[in-house]
């Protein structure tokens, strides 16, 4: 009771609370409008690469976090929409964000093409299926080397800034390249957010927790995991074009079975089914392997990335179950205490719902017959309570 009187009393839905949220996203647009004055070109191009990872991860989390369903093949979606925009704008010369468009309607297509033989299968049975797209995928590109470049790789892919003072000169297409990610990552998160707080949500839940009684409910489990499975890969697909525009080379071997695992690993680190999560993950994923490269340099070590990567791993799926996103709450619950709002007081001499609903003729009941007998039978063939008394 103590501990409960030291932290602060925050009502749900309550005025205190939205302050603090609109507080915290006034500080998130100050953060992301000052990041550009502040960091160099060269780390402003590291957040944006970072950003990229987030929006998989974001994507991949819709589908292995809050549906359930494992998943393998969200590197060969995020290859999908880089090859798109690369070979359009690099081949047709199409306008890069039509590329985007097209990209992310590719991705969709092909994650409801993949979702359809993996809605009979679970478990570790749907992940074979993404990983036998994941591994054709590379392979399919290196073929067509007409058209990607094949192992060689895709050159020449660029979307210049438009315009305007703000995206003068180099420095400016950096910008440019980190307002494009950003949006992006915002926008992706705002997908996932409406999409997990909908009725098609608590659907895909459901089916997550317990397929039978929610099917015996009602949930529509074909669509609820097709429509799944494609917009988790249109979000992959928008993250792959970006890629493609930020980097403006394209590789098969890029887009490998370690990426994939890079994906899930940074899922699993941020935390899953949780909607901040995916984004501390993608910025983990990304900048983890930096730092342990620089410390490589430095110590003269071998592999040093690799084995930095693992531990964090290891340590955070022994001692972190719900992921950094899990540790932040558990950290807000010590100093912060949110309590559900009561429900509203209906004023006594109200009429409820129930009888507003209702027509006149069924608010009013029969009066009883005074001189009626007292002994009638009811439907249960038992007497009236008089007759019961006389007994």
Not at 92 to 104: G, H, L, W
Not at 249 to 276: D, N, Q, R, Y
Not at 328 to 337: E, F, I, P
Request: hydrophobic content about 50%.
């Amino acid at each position: 009771m103590s501990s409960q009187r030291r932290r602060l009393v925050i009502v749900e839905g309550g005025r205190l609370q939205r302050s603090i949220q609109i507080a915290g996203a006034a500080l998130l647009v100050i953060t992301l409008c000052a990041l550009p004055y502040v960091l160099e070109p060269f780390r402003l191009g590291q957040i944006t690469q970072a950003c990229i990872y987030a929006m998989v991860i974001v994507g991949l989390n819709l589908l292995s976090g809050f549906a359930g369903q494992i998943s393998l093949g969200h590197a060969a979606f995020f290859g999908i929409g880089a090859y798109t925009t690369g070979v359009l704008i690099t081949s047709y010369d199409v306008a890069p964000p039509i590329t985007f468009v097209v990209a992310i309607a590719g991705s969709f297509v092909v994650g409801v093409v993949v979702a359809f033989p993996a809605l009979r299968l679970k478990g570790i049975y749907v992940a074979l299926v993404t990983l036998a797209v994941g591994l054709i995928f590379p392979a399919v590109i290196t073929r067509m080397d007409q058209l990607t470049g094949g192992s060689s790789g895709l050159f020449g892919i660029s979307y210049p800034p438009p315009d305007a003072a703000y995206f003068a000169g180099f420095d400016g297409t950096v910008y440019f390249h980190y307002w494009l990610a950003v949006i992006g990552l915002l926008l992706s998160c705002l997908v996932v957010r409406n999409l997990v707080r909908s009725r098609f949500g608590r659907s895909i839940l459901a089916l997550r927790d317990n397929e039978t009684p929610a099917v015996i409910m009602g949930v529509n489990r074909t669509a609820a995991r097709t429509l799944t499975f494609g917009t988790s890969a249109g979000i992959a697909g928008l993250a792959g074009s970006l890629f493609a525009v930020t980097t403006g080379i394209l590789t098969p071997a890029t887009f490998s079975l370690l990426l994939m695992l890079t994906f899930l690993a940074g899922m699993v680190i941020g935390g899953a089914s949780t909607l901040w999560g995916p984004v501390l993950g993608g910025f983990v994923i990304y900048y983890v392997p930096q730092w342990a490269t620089d410390l490589s340099s430095i110590n003269g070590s071998q592999n040093l990335a690799g084995v930095a990567f693992g531990v964090i791993i290891i340590v955070i799926t022994f001692t972190l179950r719900s992921g950094l996103a899990g540790l932040g709450r558990k950290l807000l619950a010590t100093v912060v205490l949110v309590e559900p709002r009561q429900p509203r007081r209906v004023p006594q001499g109200t009429p409820s719902t129930v009888a507003r609903a209702a027509g006149p003729s069924e608010r009013r009941l029969p009066a009883p017959s005074p001189t009626g007998p007292a002994n009638h039978l009811d439907r249960t063939g038992v007497g009236s309570t008089d007759a019961a008394r006389n007994l």
